[in-house]
């Protein structure tokens, strides 16, 4: 989920070119160009809105109608809407779709400081316009919220956010910014995490782990109720699981050496 805009240059890598019959290997390629900022904003509106459509509708759904859908139904709807967003949008923005992953990369270098606002407007539009849609599809006498509120203490639920938040953002440095790690696999990582967060912290916090994911809701429903944690938090949480996966991250190795010794690539002689 890292952006790559905060790379320059030239990038020494292994590309598989299919020409008719003929599997051509090319070294020393010229990496395609990148995304405008523009488009990454856009991906970054609409990769919000749709992480946050489909998991608070999910949560809606739930309270209007029973439990039906029931915490693991709700937790695996988060997971999955990570998931392929990663993979449909992750080429384009990094896929942030979070003010706390997009500020602890920039943090650590990994994403240039001046594009932290433009993005972080983005998501909260993103998250503010899917919490509206929901209010105008289920409106009525129930009106459900799908913000997040602390179901016990405030400091209990600071606590929370922030062990997961850092959990879901040392994972992310670890499949989507190490050479060493199997980059085909981040999404479904990053997914599986979202969705044993939800699982277990869910009836805690309301498992958040995502500034954006709390503000659209509130503004929505003007429901302000402890969202100081849900701001503070994820971000703490965040850029302390971004600097410790820094901090074990050392290899002495070059990337390239890496890129073929640690990949799906292992197998492709040059």
């Known amino acids: 989920m890292d952006d790559n805009s905060a790379?320059?240059?030239?990038?020494?890598?292994?590309?598989?070119?299919?020409?008719?019959?003929?599997?051509?290997?090319?070294?020393?390629?010229?990496?395609?160009?990148?995304?405008?900022?523009?488009?990454?904003?856009?991906?970054?509106?609409?990769?919000?809105?749709?992480?946050?459509?489909a998991g608070c509708a999910s949560v809606v759904v739930n309270k209007n109608n029973e439990n039906v859908v029931t915490l693991p139904g709700i937790s695996i709807v988060w997971g999955l809407a990570v998931m392929v967003l990663v993979y449909s949008l992750g080429h384009i923005s990094g896929a942030h779709f979070n003010p706390a992953v997009t500020i602890a990369f920039a943090t650590t270098r990994r994403f240039p400081l001046k594009q932290v606002p433009g993005y972080v407007v983005a998501q909260v539009l993103g998250s503010t316009l899917a919490s509206g849609t929901l209010r105008l599809l289920f409106s009525g006498k129930d009106n459900q919220f799908a913000g997040t509120l602390p179901d016990?203490?405030?400091?209990?639920a600071f606590v929370v956010e922030f062990i997961i938040t850092f959990y879901l953002m040392f994972i992310i440095s670890g499949v989507a910014t190490d050479n060493r790690a199997i980059g085909e696999l981040a999404g479904i990582a990053v997914g599986?995490?979202?969705?044993?967060?939800?699982?277990?912290?869910?009836?805690?916090?309301?498992?958040?782990?995502?500034?954006?994911?709390?503000i659209g809701p509130a503004f929505v429903h003007m429901e302000y109720n402890g969202i100081w944690i849900y701001l503070v938090s994820p971000i703490l949480g965040a850029?302390?699981?971004?600097?410790?996966?820094?901090?074990?991250?050392?290899?002495?190795?070059?990337?390239?050496?890496?890129t073929k010794s640690a990949s799906f690539l292992k197998g492709v002689k040059p």
């Open 192 to 214: 599986s995490t979202v969705l044993l967060n939800v699982m277990f912290a869910g009836p805690i916090t309301g498992a958040s782990m995502n500034p954006a994911r709390s």
């Open 152 to 156: 016990g203490s405030n400091l209990q």
């Open 239 to 258: 850029v302390a699981g971004a600097w410790v996966y820094n901090i074990i991250r050392y290899t002495d190795k070059s990337v390239r050496e890496i």
């Open 7 to 53: 790379s320059n240059g030239t990038i020494n890598e292994v590309v598989l070119n299919v020409n008719k019959d003929d599997l051509k290997i090319t070294e020393n390629s010229t990496a395609p160009a990148t995304a405008s900022f523009l488009q990454k904003l856009v991906a970054e509106v609409v990769g919000t809105y749709f992480l946050i459509f």
